[in-house]
Nanobody, 123 residues
Framework: QLRLVESGGGLVQPGGSLRLSCAGS????????IGWFRQAPGKEREGVSC????????NYADSVKGRFTISRDNAKNTVYLQMNSLKPEDTAVYYC????????????????WGQGTQVTVSS
């Protein structure tokens, strides 16, 4: 069974940091590009960041450039999202997803999804 599990979410004050992890099982994440998406209540799911299967290419939404960093450790079958300088508007459920070999910001181009982890940025 193919599975992705997110972890690392929680409650943090504005300006704080969190590190999200996306761990895979039942398959090798090195075969896939991995995307991070987020969805706030009443909002559409949006792409946050992605990394190619080799790690050679990355992409970020304009809203998180300079604050978030995506990385992967294929030996550990894990992808990370380091989130710094968090803002209240970053509050959402964050999902990781596995797709083809290249980055994409479109949810429909990803085949496997985790259950999500809640990130809340509030004072």
């Amino acid at each position: 069974q193919l599975r992705l599990v997110e972890s690392g979410g929680g409650l943090v004050q504005p300006g704080g940091s969190l590190r999200l992890s996306c761990a895979g099982s039942g398959f090798t994440q090195g075969y896939y590009a991995i995307g991070w998406f987020r969805q706030a209540p009443g909002k559409e799911r949006e792409g946050v960041s992605c990394i190619s299967r080799s790690g050679g290419s990355t992409n970020y939404a304009d809203s998180v450039k300079g604050r978030f960093t995506i990385s992967r450790d294929n030996a550990k079958n894990t992808v990370y999202l380091q989130m710094n300088s968090l803002k209240p508007e970053d509050t959402a459920v964050y999902y990781c997803a596995a797709g083809g070999p290249y980055c994409s910001g479109y949810p429909r181009e990803y085949d496997y999804w985790g259950q999500g982890t809640q990130v809340t940025v509030s004072s």
